[in-house]
């Protein structure tokens, strides 16, 4: 089991950026940052996995968010660039050791952080 602990959340206006913070116990094999809106599901943003780092991201985010990680430091990063009000939600940062995918779906993952509240203002 892999312990995770997000940080990085706050209250940022439209346009402005924030970067999440997640630290791990020991490194997975991927690791991905999913979002949950207020009276939504929780939804895929991006993930980074293997050897070769390969890097997905949801449409809504391409171009703005970048995810990253420190292999020595067992640490993944999301850089947010360009937020917008619908960015709005608890983020939270996912673990897992499995080989095949799908890596956009929370079930793939057997680790979980707490969450960290991203608020966009209008």
């Known amino acids: 089991q892999v312990q995770l602990v997000e940080s990085g959340g706050g209250l940022v206006q439209t346009g402005g950026s924030l970067t999440l913070s997640c630290a791990a116990s020991?490194?997975?094999?991927?690791m991905a940052w999913f979002r949950q809106g207020p009276g939504k599901e929780r939804e895929f943003v991006a993930v980074?996995?293997?050897?070769?780092?390969?890097?997905a991201y949801v449409d809504s985010v391409k171009g703005r968010f970048t995810i990253s990680r420190d292999n020595a430091e067992n640490t993944v990063a999301l850089q947010m660039n360009n937020l917008k009000p619908e960015d709005t939600a608890v983020y939270y940062c996912?673990?897992?050791?499995?080989?095949?995918?799908?890596?956009?779906?929370?079930?793939?993952?057997?680790?979980w952080g707490q969450g960290t509240q991203v608020t966009v203002s209008s």
């Open positions: 020991s490194r997975a094999y991927a």
């Open positions: 996912a673990a897992t050791h499995a080989y095949s995918g799908p890596y956009d779906s929370p079930s793939q993952y057997s680790d």
């Open positions: 980074i996995r293997g050897r070769n780092d390969n890097i």
